[in-house]
């Protein structure tokens, strides 16, 4: 009705009277749209039900009961689609008369169509943006007005895969959230100002929009004064006078004001403010108008420089997760800022400094709690199709949506970067995405602009967020890095860097998963429920391994960590790279369900890692380790380079390296240190090169190579370790060693031998596959391997007494492992563990070993099904392993507590696989 205008949502207008909507609302659920004719006649009988808003219809338990559970996905125990009405009477005060008039919603999904007092007000779509109304011509003034509202959650465009709106987060909810609000103001006002700080010329110029409904003629003026919040020490900004008149609907008005000549800058360390507050008087006749408007910004200028990122004339290295809008409790976003804080305090705790939001923008509070953090955010349009170039209409929808966005969030400075979307394919995707990149750039030039995360990428690109340089790619089953050759860190992705003149920012990350922890059932209290998470418990339950399943989430998750750490360390041993999003620091709910988090969803920390161990390798400063080996043999030199990412504020000054050399007793094998470097900002700077001879090792050992930076808190660590290059003999006399199940095995076990079994692993017959990774994300969505989550063994074991190691996966297996047959051992007794198993895949819990002990009638047996025989000269953990296990089965310790009945052992050398 009347004047179409835009009011920015990053403001607060203190002339203003409001009067809040939350509370109880009629409602109807219309899912066959019988509402209104195709006149428009609204054919609705009184509305019967009620519910709260702020909120949703899941939380208010309206919708069709879900009648099913699935593994995929956390369940809605209520779900609902299509058109909801809402409906609520308010009273309007007599002091409103002469005021404009609004209704504000802060949040919908994601078409509304409003009515008041019976008469059609008009309808907005928007997943990111709040949907207003300007309403004055339609209400009375002193009595009570109806307010009919139609809420339509249907697939309005197809864009269902986008996190805005897919079932796997956040859920496509219908309601309305945040805040509900009838708005009061002047005729004369202002409705929107955008800041564009200029940090060379420390000025800010405004682009300021006021309203005027009088039709007359207006004569006004402007008062801009300002100061710097979330800072120490405030400065104020010089005030400055506008004046402004005629007689036009919408007055727009470019101002220049100076921001004195002690400018503050925004960015992830000092993340200071400037508040501006604009106080407009205005005459028209015989007619006042004043209106208060504060606006906050940050000065800080992102640019790029070759394959660089650039924050206020210094490099910026994205250092960020992801965030597929996971609120279990609500299943929408939080729409407070307190939310927000906790969320991004917990980033910077685990070293991030910035956040992807993938294909959903998130709502005001967000930027606001980011700003004052100093988070960099990179939003996204709801926009993950495989159909671009189809629908014009869609095209069209996410133009405007991308403007809005643009707008409404525009001044918040930890809005650095944008990007239309993930993943697009289509006809014209390209055409499409060169279009957008182009036009934001044309409209404003606050952030950096890429089209598509992944792929397509497009000659407008401020920059890509790139598909490729990571250990495991999507598909790449067991060819990934990690599966294919034990670690060495001399490699890293220059080739992906040398390819592209522009900044590069790797693409979803740190896919690692942990097994489920079932302790976090409990937490689940709101609108989605972990019956996906209780089906996992209950297959572990049925195969007899629950007791386990606290053992296996610890192991795997510290075998993920350890992957993590290599992974992050590699990008940032990278020259020329930009950064990195991981996915994710929280646990992905759906997509057949990804533990994939540091921390679980709702924030909380994950019980095998903690913030300050991450920070070693994710954070500001980080020191590196270049390496051809972390196995080596006593008749070798360990040779390694330290070298260090560095992106604090500030070079490190006279910079004093220390290393050592630790042995598992806390003693020192070997030290050095590099003095007085001075250490710029960027990476990889080297700091120094270290040999370190071995022969002093007499047994073998797990060692922690250290290296920190003394008077600060930059350390980091990596376990080495180091075999006797030559291992005496075993002692074997009474020992059967057998290479397979046969008669003769059988007949020196009933008589009360020992048997150590080393399979043929060439004639073992398995459905396991034995990759040395973790699994990422899952197999369910992957269909291949890695299917596993690393070892699970009791370190203390007596078999283990010769062969260091913790009770989960490190690099040191990665021989072990890769050249094993798993076994299934499902049909073992209840309670059976292997002395070395394989954590398996949650959705497909099976009791697997590469190493076990049973015993057979008075027999005693050994069983290895890992190659422990061939090369043994170039493969020193093997020989190892294999010394350590003749060493135990040869002695008293010998003595396994299950026994087992020779059927069920004959079963695992027949010539198919054990189910």
Known sequence: MGISYFVNAQHTTTG??????????????????????A????????LAETVILPGSTDQNHKGYKTQTTTSLRLTRPY?????????????????????????????????????????????????????????????????????????????????????????????????????IMLNAFDKVSIRDVQVYPDLARKEAKLHINILNTTTQNIQGGLQINGETINVD?????????????????????????????????????????????????????????????????????????????????????????????????????????EAWMRIFKTCKDYGLNAMRFHTWCPPNAAFEAADELGVYLQVENADWRFTVGKDSLVNAFLRKESEDILRTYGNHPSFIMFCEGNELVGPKVKEFLSEQVSHWKAIDSRRLYTGSAAYPLVDENDYHVLYGPRPHRWKEGLNSRFNKQALNTLYDYSDYVAKHPIPIITHEVGQWCSYPNFEEIEKYTGVLKPYNYELFRELLRDKHMLDQARDFMMASGKFKVIQNKEEIESYLRTPGMAGYHFLQLNDFPGQG???????????????????????????KSVLLLRTESFTWTSDQVFKGTIQIANYDSAVIRSAHIQWTFELPDGKI??????????IPIGSPFTLGEIKVPLSDIEQAVQMRFNVSIANTDCSNHWDVWVYP??????????????DWWGVSVERFLEKGGSVLLLA??????????????????????????????????DPGHPALRYFPTEYHSNWQWWDIVSHSKPMVLDHFPYGFKPLVQLIPDWNKPQKIGIVFEVRVGKGKLLIVNTDLKHHLSKRPVARQLLYSLKKYVASDDFNPETSVELKELRLLFENKAVK
């Open 16 to 37: 203003k009277a409001s009067v809040s909507l939350a509370g109880i609302w009629k409602f109807k659920m219309d899912p066959f749209e019988a509402g209104i004719s």
């Open 233 to 337: 020490s405030s400065i104020k900004i010089p005030i400055s006078h506008i004046s402004f008149g005629g007689k036009d609907s919408l007055m727009i008005l470019d101002v220049t004001v100076s921001l004195g000549e002690r400018v503050q800058t925004w960015d992830e360390f000092l993340p200071a403010l400037y508040r501006l507050q604009l106080n407009l008087h205005a005459v028209a006749a015989n007619s006042k108008f004043s209106d208060n408007y504060e606006v906050k910004f940050g000065v800080r200028s992102i640019r790029t420089s070759g394959t660089r990122l650039e924050l206020n004339g210094k490099p910026l290295f994205i250092r960020g997760t992801v965030n597929c809008a996971e609120f279990p409790i609500t299943g929408y976003p939080p729409m407070d800022k």
């Open 760 to 793: 043929d692993t060439s004639r073992i017959i398995t459905d396991v596959v034995p990759g040395f990774s973790g699994i990422s994300w899952n197999t369910v969505w992957s269909g291949m391997p890695p299917n596993l989550l690393g070892i699970l063994c």
């Open 669 to 678: 094998y070997a030290s050095g240190s590099f003095e007085g470097m001075d």
């Open 725 to 738: 290059a030559r291992l005496p003999d075993v002692a074997m006399q009474k020992v059967m060693i057998a």
């Open 593 to 619: 369900t990804a533990p994939v988090g540091l921390v679980d969803i709702f924030w909380d920390p994950k019980p095998f890692a903690s913030a300050k161990e991450i920070n070693r390798f994710q954070n």
């Open 79 to 179: 779900e609902y689609k299509g058109v909801a009405w809402y409906e609520k009477e308010v009273f309007i005060p007599e002091n409103w008369k002469d005021k404009e008039i609004e209704l504000f919603l802060e949040r919908t999904h994601w078409l509304t169509e409003l009515w008041v007092n019976g008469k059609h007000a008009g309808k907005r779509e928007s997943l990111s943006t709040p949907h207003r109304y300007l309403i004055t011509p339609l209400l009375k003034i002193g009595t009570n007005n109806k307010i009919l509202l139609k809420v339509d959650n249907d697939r309005i465009y197809n864009i269902e895969y986008a996190h805005a709106i897919s079932e796997e987060t956040q859920t496509n909810w219908n309601g309305i959230i945040g805040q």
């Open 39 to 46: 006149n428009g006649v609204q054919l609705l009988p009184s």
